[in-house]
């Protein structure tokens, strides 16, 4: 079964730190261009951030650019999402999505016609609040 699994979502004080995990079961993600999404209550899912396959192209929304990092281990078939300096507004469900392309990432308003078709996780909660 292919399957993608978020883990790390936790409730953080602003200004804390988390790191989520993206890790796939039943496939390689080697060929696999990674993206993150977020779902906050009431609002549309955004694009957060998206690593290319060989992950030589990375890039991020402009409410989490240099606060929040993106990488990969596909030896060990996960990526991973670093976020730093969290705000309250960081609160939302965050999801990762799979979608089998090489190549750079779009633009992150590109990001959900890229991965609309792909597979995608189940999502981990991420509170931030004092």
């Known amino acids: 079964q292919l399957q993608l699994v978020e883990s790390g979502g936790d409730l953080v004080q602003p200004g804390g730190s988390l790191r989520l995990s993206c890790a796939a079961s039943?496939?390689?993600?080697?060929?696999?261009?990674i993206g993150w999404f977020r779902q906050a209550p009431g609002k549309e899912r955004e694009g957060v951030s998206c690593i290319s396959n060989d992950g030589g192209s990375r890039n991020y929304a402009g409410s989490v650019k240099g606060r929040f990092t993106i990488s990969r281990d596909n030896a060990k078939n996960t990526v991973y999402l670093q976020m730093n300096s969290l705000k309250p507004e960081d609160t939302a469900v965050y999801y990762c999505?799979?979608?089998?392309?090489?190549?750079?990432?779009?633009?992150?308003?590109?990001?959900?016609?890229?991965?609309?078709?792909?597979?995608w996780g189940q999502g981990t909660q991420v509170t931030v609040s004092s």
């Open positions: 999505a799979a979608q089998l392309f090489r190549g750079i990432c779009p633009s992150s308003s590109w990001y959900m016609v890229r991965f609309e078709s792909g597979y």
């Open positions: 039943g496939f390689t993600l080697d060929d696999y261009q």
